[in-house]
């Protein structure tokens, strides 16, 4: 079964940093766009960054020069790098599947992993 599953999501003060995970089963990852969206209460779903399958990146405008996105093909892994967190990036995050690239429908999204960002 495909499957992503989302973690590494936490309580952190306003300036600190986490890292998210997003382990995939069921296919090899690298062959994929991998996204991550978050939605917070009372807000749009929002996509944050993507890296395409040929190893591009996009990030949306409010998380440049914060964030990163990488891959690890041995792991099956793709994290998300969050430095200079602010309140208002507090979500869940979910990674997905881009099918036909990042532009493109995404899918198999999982639980998410909740990322609060306080005092």
């Known amino acids: 079964q495909v499957q992503l599953v989302e973690s590494g999501g936490g309580l952190v003060q306003p300036g600190g940093s986490l890292r998210l995970s997003c382990v995939a089963s069921g296919f090899a990852l690298d062959s994929y766009s991998i996204g991550w969206f978050r939605q917070a209460p009372g807000k749009a779903r929002e996509g944050v960054s993507c890296v395409s399958s040929d190893g591009s990146t996009t990030y949306v405008d409010s998380v440049k020069g914060r964030f990163n996105i990488s891959r690890d093909n041995a792991k099956n892994t793709v994290y998300l790098q969050m430095n200079s967190l602010k309140s208002e990036d507090s979500a869940v995050y979910y990674c997905?599947?881009?099918?036909?690239?990042?532009?493109?429908?995404?899918?198999?999204w999982g639980q998410g992993t909740q990322v609060t960002v306080s005092s």
């Open positions: 997905t599947v881009g099918l036909q690239g990042c532009s493109g429908r995404h899918a198999f």
